[in-house]
Structures are given as C-alpha cells and as structure tokens.
C-alpha cells in the first residue's frame, strides 16, 4: 500500500505561483507512473499531467496547463513537483497526486490510478 501525501497548495492572486508537492514514506515513486489530476467543486477529477514510468518519467501535459505548470521530481527525497505559474481562476480546485502503472493510452483517467493522496486545496483569487 502507497500512501501519497500532497501539501503546498493555498491562496494565490490571478498570475501568482503555486508549487505543490507529492511524496510518500513507503516506497519509490519511481516504480510508479505519477499523475495530478484536479477537482472542481461540482465537477470530476480533471487529468493535469502524469508522468508515464514507462516513457522514462517524460511528462503529458493537459492542454489548460501546458506552458504554464512544470512536473519535476527529486530522486533522492521521492518527491514530485508541480510548479504552477500565471495561475487562472479556473485553476481553482483540489489537487490529488496520483500513481500507478497505467497503459499510455488511458494515463488521463483517474480509474488507471491505484494511489492516491488526500488532495490539496488551490484557490485563485483577487
């Protein structure tokens, strides 16, 4: 069992910067293709980007955020990254890192994904 643990989301004004963060105590995340996906109040969980084991950890972005938000990941902490910049109000929702081993084809939806963490709270606003 993988226990994924988010933090780093918060209150940002429109084009401000967020960096969130995803890691777990059990485990590499390496062995796992790693994903975030988001979710709206009265909406499902949106694929933001997942990073395919696979495909050497190359990321896939979602069309709403290429160019503006950057997976990385640091090896030695087994930790991952999504640095978030010009963020939108649309932006808006909670963030769920996600890993598994999904097949290329089906990396944006969220049944691929076996662990997940708790989600952390992004708020754009002025």
């Known amino acids: 069992q993988v226990q994924l643990m988010e933090s780093g989301g918060g209150l940002v004004q429109p084009g401000g910067s967020l960096r969130l963060s995803c890691t777990t105590s059990e485990g590499s995340l390496s062995s796992y293709t790693i994903a975030w996906f988001r979710q709206a109040p009265g909406s499902g969980r949106e694929f933001v980007v997942a990073a395919m084991r696979q495909r050497g950890g190359t990321p896939t972005y979602a069309d709403s955020v290429k160019g503006r938000f950057t997976l990385s990941r640091d090896i030695a902490k087994n930790t991952i990254y999504l640095q978030m910049n010009n963020l939108k109000a649309e932006d808006t929702a909670v963030y769920f890192c996600?890993?598994?081993?999904?097949?290329?084809?089906?990396?944006?939806?969220?049944?691929?994904?076996?662990?997940w963490g708790q989600g952390t709270q992004v708020t754009v606003s002025s």
């Open positions: 996600a890993a598994g081993s999904p097949i290329y084809s089906s990396m944006n939806r969220p049944s691929s994904y076996n662990y």
